[in-house]
């Protein structure tokens, strides 16, 4: 690389070249005249030496002591949130990823993600999610790649317990006009999120846990099903017969 420019006394031009002398473990990444960026692949200390000459057949070797340190690890942390807190069937997390690296110029230019060990996918966003999670044991992982070539990865591992199907009964109150239904359902590991009720086999819009049936409506006998569902979408059936 070289340059040239006009000296003030004679106004002949002069043209300096500018060599990196030894390039054992050191390459250039970026050069402008007479400064350089360099990248070094090996710890320890270098000895820099440029080689400057002009078209006047002049030249000089200047050096300099670099001492290039370790690389500090990446520090990485997984922020994670569950579909449910008491992390149950169907599971699915969400993931973001915190990274804090060695050079204030770095940046991350992949996440690989792995799930028990398999690939599942790379991207460049710090958010992620993986849905769906079976019963059992799972390790999750994530692989950082950053633009200086650093590689440091992170890991946790999530036990999906299998969902608690709710339960229930219905309270039956009469008077001589109707039957006042109330149904009762528990989750022990969740909520009750819907009910709904069923007549001699037909689907009521009514979705409230508390119903009524006017007795000169009814004929014979009569089959009630009602029905709670949970928020892992699990549900239970109670069935009450009813006689005007």
């Given at each position: 690389?070289?340059?040239?420019?006009?000296?003030?006394?004679?106004?002949k031009l002069i043209q300096y070249t500018f060599e990196l002398e030894n390039t054992h473990g050191v390459k250039v990444l970026e050069q402008n005249e007479g400064e350089f960026v360099l990248q070094f692949s090996e710890v320890g200390m270098h000895d820099i030496?440029?080689?400057?000459?002009?078209?006047?057949?002049?030249?000089?070797?200047?050096?300099?002591?670099?001492?290039?340190?370790?690389?500090?690890?990446?520090?990485?942390?997984?922020?994670?949130?569950?579909?449910?807190?008491?992390?149950?069937?169907?599971?699915?997390?969400?993931?973001?990823?915190?990274?804090?690296m060695a050079h204030p110029e770095d940046r991350v230019s992949l996440y690989k993600w792995y799930l028990d060990g398999e690939f599942v996918l790379e991207t460049r966003r710090y958010r992620e999610s993986i849905a769906d999670l079976d019963v059992g044991t799972h390790n999750i992982k994530?692989?950082?790649?950053?633009?200086?070539?650093?590689?440091?990865?992170?890991?946790?591992?999530?036990?999906?317990?299998?969902?608690?199907?709710?339960?229930?009964?219905?309270?039956?109150?009469?008077?001589?006009?109707?039957?006042?239904?109330?149904?009762?359902?528990?989750?022990?590991?969740?909520?009750?999120?819907?009910?709904?009720?069923?007549?001699?086999?037909?689907?009521?819009?009514?979705?409230?846990?508390?119903?009524?049936f006017n007795k000169d409506k009814l004929n014979g006998t009569n089959s009630v099903i009602g029905r709670c569902y949970d928020d892992s979408y699990d549900v239970v059936e109670i069935n009450q017969t009813l006689m005007p």
């Open positions: 690389s070289s340059y040239t420019r006009k000296t003030k006394a004679n106004d030496k440029f080689k400057v000459t002009n078209n006047r057949g002049q030249s000089k070797t200047v050096s300099q002591f670099v001492e290039v340190k370790p690389t500090t690890p990446l520090e990485i942390e997984i922020v994670k949130t569950f579909s449910n807190e008491f992390l149950r069937y169907p599971l699915d997390a969400s993931l973001r990823t915190r990274v804090w994530v692989e950082v790649v950053t633009e200086f070539g650093q590689v440091g990865s992170k890991d946790f591992d999530v036990t999906v317990i299998p969902n608690t199907k709710p339960t229930g009964h219905i309270n039956v109150k009469e008077t001589d006009q109707y039957f006042e239904l109330y149904l009762e359902c528990e989750d022990s590991d969740g909520r009750i999120v819907a009910s709904t009720w069923e007549l001699n086999g037909e689907l009521l819009t009514h979705s409230h846990n508390i119903i009524q």
